[in-house]
């Protein structure tokens, strides 16, 4: 009988994203001694101890030439195999751009249903699993059940809580025998978004302007209460738009969906569409001059002001604690 988790996961030259260990944290505790991590690409080798350490009992490492480069087509067949070999009852993703795309690849070759974006998985009455994932742009959250005998989520990050095992994972020797030759599509290049900043989606504190900043250059009030607070940058779509800031700055419905402990809605009114992208953030601080802006609606703490005023008073405040 299936049983077990398979983690699938992306790496960079054994540098693993957190989201990965959150997801191990989780399947050791739906599936306790019995998860197996699965990851690809150069570097892969390096990260044995470290997911074994967050949760991992066995993992695979596609290491070779042949995952060298992502193929959506190529790595979903290589999951299929592994999931032959392993034979899990569930898989986890991430809720990353790289997981999003693979996830649902992954579910249509096993004919399994897949719950995306998950912000819970948990053990149901029945003994399957259960998920709970925002609909209606993050207005109302619904409880999710997989009928197919395989389940597959995908997991926003930052919505799990790490926890380290201790334990080393032992290495699961698994050959898809594929060729990177007969893949579909392979990505020939990835260039590196402008600024070199931690990834939005995964970022514990988010300092985020909006057209309140009026122009590009006072983006640097922004950058330096960001440097401040050790925050990474975001803005709303407008700004993104204008080229003020990079487009993978941009947050929303439209742009990338955050969950920090912190965000910082500074000059932003606190449109819909914005709100859709930040409804996962534990604590929202807002930052406006109108007091019957929208966004203090949804904040936890709101500051009525003139930013450029507010907010370096709030840098140097950071600074001297
Ligand atoms: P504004 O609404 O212009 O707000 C600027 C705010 O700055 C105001 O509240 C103002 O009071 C304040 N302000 C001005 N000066 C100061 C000052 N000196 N000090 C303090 N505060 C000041 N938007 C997104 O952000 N993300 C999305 O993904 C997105 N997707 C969309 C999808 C669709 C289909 C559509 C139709 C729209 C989408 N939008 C999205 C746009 C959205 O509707 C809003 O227009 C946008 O979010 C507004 O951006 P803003 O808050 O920066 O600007």
Same mark, same amino acid.
């Given at each position: 009988?299936?049983?077990?988790?398979?983690?699938?996961?992306?790496?960079?030259?054994?540098?693993?994203?957190?989201?990965?260990?959150?997801?191990?944290?989780?399947?050791?505790?739906?599936?306790?001694?019995?998860?197996?991590?699965?990851?690809?690409? =150069?570097?892969?080798?390096?990260?044995?101890? +470290?997911? *074994?350490?967050?949760? %991992?009992? $066995? /993992?695979?490492? !596609?290491?070779?030439?042949?995952?060298?480069?992502?193929?959506?087509?190529?790595?979903?067949?290589?999951?299929?195999?592994?999931?032959?070999?392993?034979?899990? =009852?569930?898989?986890?993703?991430?809720?990353? +751009?790289? *997981?999003?795309?693979? %996830?649902? $690849? /992954?579910?249509? !070759?096993?004919?399994?249903?897949?719950?995306?974006?998950?912000?819970?998985?948990?053990?149901?009455?029945?003994?399957?699993?259960?998920?709970?994932?925002?609909?209606?742009?993050?207005?109302?959250?619904?409880?999710?059940?997989?009928?197919?005998?395989?389940?597959?989520?995908?997991?926003?990050?930052?919505?799990?809580?790490?926890?380290?095992?201790?334990?080393?994972?032992?290495?699961?020797?698994?050959?898809?025998?594929?060729?990177?030759?007969?893949?579909?599509?392979?990505?020939?290049?990835?260039?590196?978004?402008?600024?070199?900043?931690?990834?939005?989606?995964?970022?514990?504190?988010?300092?985020?302007?909006?057209?309140?900043?009026?122009?590009?250059?006072?983006?640097?009030?922004?950058?330096?209460?960001?440097?401040?607070?050790?925050?990474?940058?975001?803005?709303?779509?407008?700004?993104?738009?204008?080229?003020?800031?990079?487009?993978?700055?941009?947050?929303?419905?439209?742009?990338?969906?955050?969950?920090?402990?912190?965000?910082?809605?500074?000059?932003?009114?606190?449109?819909?569409?914005?709100?859709?992208?930040?409804?996962?953030?534990?604590?929202?601080?807002?930052?406006?001059?109108?007091?019957?802006?929208?966004?203090?609606?949804?904040?936890?703490?709101?500051?009525?002001?003139?930013?450029?005023?507010?907010?370096?008073?709030?840098?140097?405040?950071?600074?001297?604690?």
């Amino acid at each position: 009988m299936a049983s077990g988790i398979l983690v699938v996961f992306n790496q960079e030259g054994g540098r693993v994203r957190r989201v990965a260990y959150e997801m191990l944290s989780l399947a050791q505790k739906l599936a306790p001694g019995s998860i197996t991590a699965l990851t690809f690409g =150069e570097g892969a080798d390096q990260v044995r101890e +470290a997911v *074994g350490r967050y949760g %991992a009992d $066995r /993992v695979i490492l !596609l290491s070779s030439p042949t995952y060298h480069r992502y193929s959506s087509d190529g790595f979903a067949q290589a999951v299929a195999q592994a999931v032959e070999a392993v034979d899990p =009852e569930a898989l986890f993703f991430p809720a990353n +751009a790289w *997981g999003k795309d693979l %996830a649902p $690849r /992954v579910a249509g !070759l096993l004919g399994a249903g897949l719950a995306s974006d998950c912000t819970e998985v948990h053990r149901r009455e029945d003994g399957r699993l259960g998920a709970i994932r925002p609909i209606y742009a993050g207005k109302a959250y619904a409880r999710v059940a997989i009928d197919s005998p395989r389940q597959i989520f995908s997991l926003r990050p930052n919505i799990q809580a790490v926890e380290e095992s201790g334990r080393a994972a032992d290495v699961l020797t698994v050959d898809p025998g594929l060729d990177a030759s007969s893949f579909q599509a392979v990505v020939s290049e990835v260039i590196q978004s402008q600024g070199g900043q931690m990834e939005l989606t995964e970022a514990d504190i988010i300092v985020s302007g909006g057209r309140g900043i009026k122009a590009p250059e006072n983006f640097k009030v922004l950058e330096d209460l960001a440097e401040a607070v050790g925050a990474a940058l975001g803005s709303s779509r407008p700004v993104a738009d204008e080229g003020w800031v990079p487009h993978s700055y941009h947050i929303g419905q439209t742009g990338k969906v955050v969950s920090p402990t912190v965000y910082f809605a500074v000059g932003i009114s606190g449109a819909i569409q914005h709100l859709a992208g930040i409804s996962g953030s534990k604590y929202i601080v807002a930052i406006n001059n109108d007091p019957d802006a929208p966004i203090f609606k949804a904040a936890n703490y709101g500051i009525v002001g003139d930013l450029f005023k507010v907010v370096p008073a709030l840098a140097n405040e950071v600074r001297r604690i």
